[in-house]
């Protein structure tokens, strides 16, 4: 066991799916599951994850040598005000958010100088929500980035190492800076398109907009999935990675733009080149492991490039590669 007691304060998908993968590796005596929605802990009560589940955020932490704030990124500097008191001396103290900055400078002037804060981000996830949707599986292959401040605990950062590690995700260290800048390209800029995308769709005339849904494509279908995800969360991490994001986006204007050009002048080699540019980049992900997720059988589920498989029974059908 790596940690006595742990308290995961935030009970969404990657709240619970923390939750599940520390039972199922057998990494904590402990397990505290705090929410401060009392429908969310009632939900959590009845999938038997935590020995104690709790509204009260505060009493929560008390006695627990790590902490984990897994809630949107707007909400932790209220979490960190509430908690930070109660934190026990020498405890561990990490998050999950997807923006590194702004979650730093809404939890550091909260804390006690007697914890040790160690920012993280497990780059894991999907769109469903919510204490039923995690999975202990959810972090396997996936990396895990952590950015710790100069003055972090050398052996604070090895312990989250090896609890991440021991969940089978792949750790990597970086500042939050370059953290907010690689995350705003990779997860935030797709995140954004998709959601423009898929509004698009739906301020069609209602005919063409049935149609889209009736014979949507991979491509749009997958822009669909993206648009599926916590709207909540997604509204805070663009509001505190605005900076990042915002120029990310400019650079993306500028590429689209030499594209709607090429388009109108019928440059077929420009395109050719970004589309396999394109190809090779989607090639080398899947070479990384990081195209799909193994999900648990409870929840199948296909992979983002492929359509489901018919049925056997099906005359004239077979599976898309």
């Not at 709240?15 to 520390?22: D, E, F, K, N, T």
């Not at 160690?118 to 919510?130: F, M, V, Y």
């Not at 997604?234 to 986006?249: A, G, P, Q, Y």
């Amino acid at each position: 066991m790596i940690f006595e007691q742990v308290t995961i304060i935030g009970l969404g998908l990657i709240g619970s799916s923390i939750a599940r993968a520390l039972r199922a590796h057998n990494m904590v005596r402990t397990i505290i599951a705090a929410d401060i929605s009392q429908n969310v802990c009632k939900v959590f009560q009845s999938l038997d994850l935590a020995d104690r589940v709790t509204d009260d955020l505060e009493n929560s932490v008390r006695d627990s040598d790590l902490v984990i704030i897994a809630v949107p990124v707007g909400a932790f500097e209220a979490v960190a005000r509430l908690i930070g008191p109660a934190l026990e001396p020498g405890a561990i103290l990490t998050d999950t958010g997807s923006v590194k900055c702004s979650v730093i400078s809404q939890i550091l002037p909260h804390l006690p100088d007697h914890v040790r804060f160690i920012p993280a981000h497990p780059i894991a996830g999907t769109e469903h929500s919510g204490p039923e949707a995690g999975f202990a599986e959810l972090f396997i292959g996936r990396w895990c980035i952590l950015t710790p401040l100069p003055e972090s605990d050398p052996r604070a950062v090895e312990k989250l190492t090896a609890l991440w590690t021991g969940f089978g995700a792949k750790v990597e260290i970086m500042t939050p800076e370059h953290h907010d800048i690689a995350l705003g390209i990779t997860s935030h800029l797709p995140h954004l398109i998709a959601y423009t995308i898929v509004g698009t769709a739906a301020d069609l005339e209602n005919q063409t907009r049935n149609d889209v849904i009736r014979f949507s494509a991979s491509g749009f279908r997958d822009f669909t999935r993206i648009a599926a995800s916590d709207p909540i969360m997604w509204r805070d991490i663009f509001l505190h990675n605005k900076e990042s994001v915002l120029s990310i986006l400019q650079q993306f204007n500028e590429d689209l733009t030499a594209l709607q050009r090429a388009i109108r002048d019928g440059n077929s080699a420009i395109l050719e080149e970004t589309f396999t540019r394109g190809r090779a980049i989607r090639r080398a992900v899947i070479e990384a492991g990081q195209a799909d997720y193994v999900y648990p059988e409870k929840t199948p589920a296909p992979t983002p490039d492929e359509e489901p498989p018919p049925p056997e029974s099906a005359p004239g059908t077979s599976r898309r590669s």
